[in-house]
């Protein structure tokens, strides 16, 4: 399977494409996403020496994360998933942050902005995918769900920020946090394919962003 992969849900920009298990992957961070992850798209499609046509996917991390970075991520899928005629696969933002940590149990965290926190719980199961425990929510840190049993690993731009509410709430459950961790591609990637495999494909057209926050989207609604 060749999926082509794309998350500019955070600070973090990056492509990557999953050839049967191998992953090729660009990765940069800064603010400059919408100039450059086209470019990071042609580097590694040139380095496989393949086409878009070539593939049987695109999946993009369809969020939650900045506003603006899932704009842009949404919307070069649709582009890219029209132009060649593909299925795109939508991927968490924060399913791909934990699925790049090397622990079987991660409380993957984003840093929303505004005191908040764009949250999940993630377990690895047999095929070493990450797995959603409960629901995905924005919410204070100090509000964090506390796990019923067993400890976790603690990852993202929201433990960077609230590391110290965060463990002080969640106490001997949480076991360490790892420092500067963000989605990539590559994990999107990886997901996309599992997910294609299941049959989660959707039209070019369903390539669309979600924002946990449901303000962002109604003041967007009504901007138009």
């Not at 067993?150 to 463990?167: E, N």
């Amino acid at each position: 399977m060749k999926i082509l992969a794309l998350d500019t849900s955070t600070e973090a920009c990056s492509a990557a494409l999953w050839l049967d298990g191998e992953v090729i992957e660009r990765l940069e961070t800064g603010a400059q996403h919408s100039e450059r992850i086209l470019s990071m798209v042609h580097e590694v499609l040139a380095q496989a020496g393949l086409a878009l046509t070539q593939l049987d996917a695109v999946a993009f991390g369809r969020g939650p994360g900045s506003f603006t970075g899932l704009r842009i991520g949404a919307g070069v899928t649709q582009g890219l998933a029209f132009g060649a005629d593909l299925p795109v696969v939508p991927v968490s933002s924060l399913a791909a942050l934990a699925q790049g940590v090397e622990a079987p149990r991660v409380l993957a965290a984003l840093d929303a902005r505004m005191q908040q926190v764009y949250w999940g719980a993630y377990v690895r199961n047999a095929q070493g995918m990450v797995e959603l425990v409960g629901e995905e929510k924005v919410l204070s840190p100090a509000q964090a769900p506390v796990p019923d049993d067993a400890t976790w690993i603690g990852a993202g731009s929201g433990w960077d920020q609230y590391h110290v509410l965060l463990t002080a709430r969640l106490k001997s459950r949480v076991s360490a946090w790892r420092a500067q961790c963000f989605p990539r591609a590559g994990s999107v990637a990886r997901l996309g394919a599992y997910l294609h495999e299941k049959g989660t494909a959707l039209p070019a057209e369903q390539a669309l962003p979600v924002y946990l926050r449901d303000d962002v989207a109604v003041k967007q609604a009504k901007r138009r």
